[in-house]
């Protein structure tokens, strides 16, 4: 973002980009400690995911009621204009990943009450892999680099597939032993978890394109049917 000659105008929007960094560091904790609660079956962690989430809410109603202020007293133009809309978008897919790093913490609870199931090594990939788009996401945001939120959009597609592999594993597993089929299907909702926190991860790299070279990224097909570029 370019410097400002007022100084209160700048710290504002210096503070509106470190809470979000704060709540982007929040939720990437939560999700790896979703993840080593359903590994280690460490209940005692996944009760502390959801315990810690209130903080990530409070956290989302202060970066939403920032940008509110900003756009109601500043009236902010260009640059500065399409980096508060996208706050307020980015806040929500944040909030969004937290509310699934708790759903994957419940599901680890339900696990652990249950003899553990076959090793699934995809599954903690899987769980890597969300954690590496998220964090290179932000990054992205951080530093207004396109291309590396470019490269978090073209990663998107790997983690798909290793989704969609991780998916018929278990379905296997399922089909193998019909005692297998309610543990298996607690993790394949696990799957989906992260397969939509990849989603969220991919929709901030969007938002990064947008907030530095104003081009909505988020409907390229939808841009060729109406002619837009």
């Known amino acids: 973002m ?14 509106l980009r470190n809470r979000l960094l704060e709540l982007g560091g929040k939720v990437e ?13 460490d209940s005692k962690l996944a ?38 809309t996208t706050a307020l978008k980015i806040v929500v897919d944040l909030e969004r990943i937290g509310d699934l790093a708790v759903n ?9 009450q249950s003899p553990p199931l076959k090793p699934v090594h995809d599954l903690p990939r899987l769980g890597q892999l969300c954690q590496s788009q998220l964090r290179k996401s932000l990054d992205a945001f ?12 073209k990663d998107d597609d790997l983690l798909d ?23 298996a299907t607690n993790l394949m909702f696990v799957a989906k978890h992260l397969e939509r926190l ?20 988020r409907h390229p097909h939808s841009r060729k049917l109406t002619g837009e570029m």
């Not at 904790?29 to 079956?41: F, H, K, S, V, Y």
């Open 104 to 112: 994957i913490a419940e599901r680890a609870v339900d696990l652990n």
């Open 161 to 183: 597939a290793l989704y969609h592999k991780l998916f018929n594993d278990l379905l296997g597993l399922m089909m193998e032993d019909a005692r297998n089929i309610r543990r």
């Open 2 to 15: 370019p410097k400002h000659t007022d100084q209160k105008y700048e710290a504002e929007l210096a503070d």
């Open 29 to 41: 904790t939560e999700i790896a400690l979703g993840m080593r609660a359903l590994t280690d079956r």
């Open 142 to 153: 951080v530093d207004g680099d396109v291309a590396k939120a470019q490269a978090v959009i």
């Open 47 to 84: 009760e502390d995911v959801m315990s810690t989430d209130q903080e990530v809410n409070r956290l989302e109603v202060q970066i939403d009621e920032a940008c509110r202020r900003l756009l109601a007293l500043r009236q902010p133009a260009a640059s500065d204009l399409r980096f508060i």
């Open 198 to 217: 990849g989603d969220h991860a991919t929709n901030v790299a969007e938002m990064v394109v947008f907030m530095v070279r104003g081009i909505d990224v």
